[in-house]
């Protein structure tokens, strides 16, 4: 997903009022995205440079304009290993365990 869209999707929840109610991974002070990426196997090449490309902009989104509505994104990468079911169980714990607002 493109990283300007993260951003995007990130900041209509914001907008939309859901940060007003308690929502997962939404706190007063940061946003936590979370992605699932090659880190390991015959892709990691690839996932490697999106795991960092993705880090970059929300780095560069965090230092211009202090984040999205005063919050901080937080990127969370897991390795699925170019294997499905390690992939299954990272979207799980993305969600279950690190609690993300949002997969890219």
């Given at each position: 997903?493109?990283?300007?869209?993260?951003?995007?999707?990130?900041?209509?929840?914001?907008?939309?009022?859901?940060?007003?109610?308690?929502?997962?991974?939404?706190?007063?002070?940061?946003?936590?995205?979370?992605?699932?990426?090659?880190?390991?196997?015959?892709l990691?090449?690839?996932?490697?440079?999106?795991?960092?490309?993705?880090?970059?902009?929300?780095?560069?989104?965090?230092?211009?304009?202090?984040?999205?509505?005063?919050?901080?994104l937080?990127?969370?990468?897991?390795?699925?290993?170019?294997?499905?079911?390690?992939?299954?169980?990272?979207?799980?714990?993305?969600?279950?365990?690190?609690?993300?607002?949002?997969?890219?």
């Open positions: 997903m493109n990283k300007t869209k993260i951003a995007m999707l990130a900041a209509l929840a914001v907008a939309s009022g859901l940060a007003g109610a308690q929502t997962q991974g939404v706190s007063k002070n940061e946003i936590v995205v979370g992605t699932i990426q090659d880190l390991s196997g015959p990691a090449g690839y996932g490697k440079q999106a795991r960092n490309g993705m880090q970059l902009r929300i780095d560069e989104l965090n230092e211009q304009s202090g984040g999205i509505h005063g919050r901080k937080k990127l969370i990468a897991e390795d699925d290993g170019y294997d499905p079911k390690k992939a299954v169980l990272a979207a799980q714990k993305l969600v279950n365990q690190d609690k993300v607002f949002i997969v890219a």
